[in-house]
């Protein structure tokens, strides 16, 4: 009995000792949207992608209407359809309908690559964005000690942080070690 009662005391005694080590961390939060609308390599980049975005889409537009324009011919020339050129016009008809179809799948490529393409320069352009925050975070975290940083931006879906009584917002220090001035104000959506 005695040494189930030491046992016990010990398990008490470490168990207590872990929550006091754990009760020592300091804990931050951050929100990245904020942080990363007012970065100028952030809205550089997002000008970039839109620009590519809309020439990518201004090709697709193209192709639309000129696909459209065939189509349309192609239902003129089947109401020219009669029983004197049914042979002819039938070939015709045909040959428009393999050439519509192939428009199409130019088309849905063509969608596709775009796509990839923009994705693309997203990975190529925000990787080193990426890294410089996440250099600032640690640099911002190391310097004020905390053991933990939480995002509580609300791109971030499932947020990591439900609730936030305190901790260090270490926006602005992630901020001004970025070189972004406290006073830049993110654009409103």
């Known amino acids: 009995m005695r040494k189930l009662i030491n046992v016990f005391f010990v398990a008490a005694g470490l168990l207590f ?6 009760a020592q961390q ?3 939060h951050l929100n990245s949207e ?3 609308s ?3 390599e952030a809205k550089t980049a997002s000008t970039a992608l839109e620009t590519l975005a809309k020439a990518k889409q201004a090709e697709i537009t193209k192709m639309q209407t000129e ?3 065939k189509y349309e011919g192609a239902v003129a020339k089947q109401k020219t359809l009669s029983e004197a050129n049914k042979d002819v016009v ?3 008809l045909q040959a428009l309908g393999e050439e519509l179809q192939n428009m199409q799948k130019r ?8 796509q990839q393409d923009v994705a693309t320069k997203q990975s190529e352009l925000y990787v080193p964005i990426n890294q410089k925050f996440e250099t600032a975070v640690k640099a911002v975290a190391k310097e004020k000690g905390l053991a933990y940083v939480f995002d509580i931006a609300s791109q971030q879906g499932a947020n990591n942080l439900l609730y936030s009584e305190g901790g260090d917002d270490i926006t602005a220090a992630v901020k001004s070690k970025l070189g972004i001035s406290a006073a830049a104000v993110a654009p409103k959506k």
């Open 34 to 36: 904020e942080i990363f």
């Open 17 to 22: 000792t872990a929550n006091v080590a754990n």
């Open 90 to 92: 039938t070939k015709e």
């Open 107 to 114: 088309i849905d490529d063509a969608r596709t690559k775009a």
């Open 67 to 69: 696909y459209q324009t």
């Open 38 to 40: 007012v970065m100028p």
């Open 26 to 28: 300091k804990i931050g």
